[in-house]
């Protein structure tokens, strides 16, 4: 019965997605192509350039000792600090020597099955505008501050450069099981919202964490949250706060090992047995989790983001 999943679609142009195949009916502007790139990137004004200073310098105060090695050793490589928007060419340039990935600009998110197709070509499609002051300290669309400098350093560490590039093609097999919200919950709780155990602790290296300071701190020190060690199973059964803090955070013990637990597995049985909706609540703790820390939820049950509770 799998015979269409078994042919590895040809990614080098995009491949057809099958009538029974759902994607999210997009309307796609006029002025962009199949590929939903933009013609060229933004030309970002001198208070755009400003509030990207202002979002790096930030983080910069909040990420040693909290971002894992790996991302800043990603950030050490690129240019991301030198003042303004970084330029998408000569990011994709200093960015291509290292792995071979590109990053590409997009005018905001993309369907499913486009944004897999540039993973699986390793280009990244990054939000081609940036947020303003009033929205400085939270947005809910990626913006290029999110997609670059959140998800761009790790790009350049190799094993999880692959990993990436593996998720885009999982991506459309996952297309035609119809499973793509139990894929989207590995990338929740992996790309965007992953942790992992160093020898000095934990660490973050989702950009979802790190291209924020609050989640940056509440993820790796917090006692609200739960951390629990990967299992790829149990992840791809849990549901995910969209527009607040995490109440459980994921716990790689590195890179290889997250590649090995995904990319080096069959996933056609696992999406067979699972079930349409996610089992697991978000702040859920199972008996057969190898769990790191039991977390309070205090922030949450004193009522999350909107109300005066502080992210302790
Ligand atoms: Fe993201």
Do not use: C
Request: proline share 6%.
């Amino acid at each position: 019965m799998n015979a269409v999943t078994d042919i590895e679609p040809d990614f080098s142009r995009i491949p057809v997605v099958e009538d029974e195949v759902f994607t999210a009916p997009l309307k796609r502007p006029s002025h962009i192509g199949e590929d939903w790139l933009e013609p060229k990137q933004t030309e970002y004004d001198s208070e755009d350039d400003k509030i990207w200073d202002d979002l790096f310098a930030r983080q910069m105060e909040v990420l040693p000792g909290r971002a894992a090695s790996a991302f800043m050793e990603g950030l050490d490589r690129l240019d991301l600090g030198t003042g303004g928007v970084p330029d998408f060419h000569e990011l994709s340039e200093d960015l291509g020597k290292l792995t071979g990935w590109s990053v590409v600009p997009v005018p905001m998110l993309i369907p499913d099955h486009i944004f897999f197709w540039h993973l699986a070509n390793r280009r990244f499609p990054a939000g081609n505008f940036i947020r303003t002051r009033e929205t400085f300290d939270y947005i809910q669309e990626p913006d290029v501050f999110h997609d670059v400098f959140g998800h761009v350093p790790m790009l350049t560490n190799p094993v999880f450069a692959d990993y990436m590039q593996e998720y885009g093609r999982a991506g459309w097999r996952a297309l035609k099981h119809n499973r793509l919200k139990a894929l989207g919950a590995l990338y929740w709780y992996t790309v965007e919202f992953g942790l992992i155990m160093e020898e000095q602790g934990l660490r973050a290296y989702g950009a979802g964490i790190l291209s924020g300071p609050t989640e940056t701190v509440f993820s790796v020190e917090a006692k609200s949250p739960n951390r629990i060690m990967l299992d790829v199973d149990r992840v791809m059964r849990t549901d995910y706060v969209i527009s607040d803090l995490q109440p459980t955070y994921f716990v790689i013990e590195s890179f290889e090992d997250l590649y090995r637990r995904t990319v080096k597995r069959d996933f056609e049985p696992l999406y067979e047995s699972l079930p349409v909706g996610f089992t697991y609540a978000n702040a859920a703790v199972l008996d057969s989790d190898s769990v790191v820390n039991v977390g309070s939820q205090e922030y949450l049950l004193r009522g999350g983001r909107g109300s005066d509770a502080r992210p302790v």
